[in-house]
């Protein structure tokens, strides 16, 4: 997976993360792990973008969000009629729960089930991260 990851991200791509000291954690990890891609993963910590911190920071604020800078709550606020109200997984616990499930399943059924719930919570949140960067955009942000 490291490989794929350093191989696929050009050195001075912007990379843009939800909440990037949660991807700066597990790369930096990554990287003690692997310090053949050390470098390579830390081009990319170095270009990391956090699409949370206008909405952490309050500079945009809907009361919508409750209070609140997660995706979750954020992506509904901003943009309607997006959100993840009506998927099988919709957060991130259900998601590392759905993970260990599917790869412990025997039934390959369960596991094409899991699969499917897992790919259309990660196809929300990043579209999600795609459509609040327009957003973010437009508003000058």
Not at 12 to 23: G, I, L, M, R, T
Not at 58 to 75: C, F
Request: with cysteine.
């Amino acid at each position: 997976m490291v490989e794929k990851l350093v191989g696929d991200i050009p050195d001075k791509a912007c990379v843009p993360a939800y909440n990037a000291s949660f991807e700066k954690t597990i790369l930096s990890q990554r990287a003690d792990w692997f310090p053949e891609h050390c470098r390579a993963l830390e081009k990319i910590i170095d270009n990391l973008r956090d699409l949370a911190a206008p909405f952490r920071s309050r500079d945009v604020n809907r009361w919508e969000m409750k209070g609140s800078y997660s995706q979750k709550m954020v992506l509904p606020a901003l943009i309607p009629g997006m959100g993840y109200a009506g998927i099988e997984i919709s957060d991130g616990g259900m998601a590392m729960k759905g993970y260990f499930r599917m790869c412990e399943a025997q039934d390959p059924a369960e596991m094409e089930t899991v699969r499917k719930a897992l790919l259309a919570y990660c196809r929300m949140d990043t579209l999600g991260m795609v459509r609040l960067y327009e957003k973010l955009k437009e508003m000058g942000c």
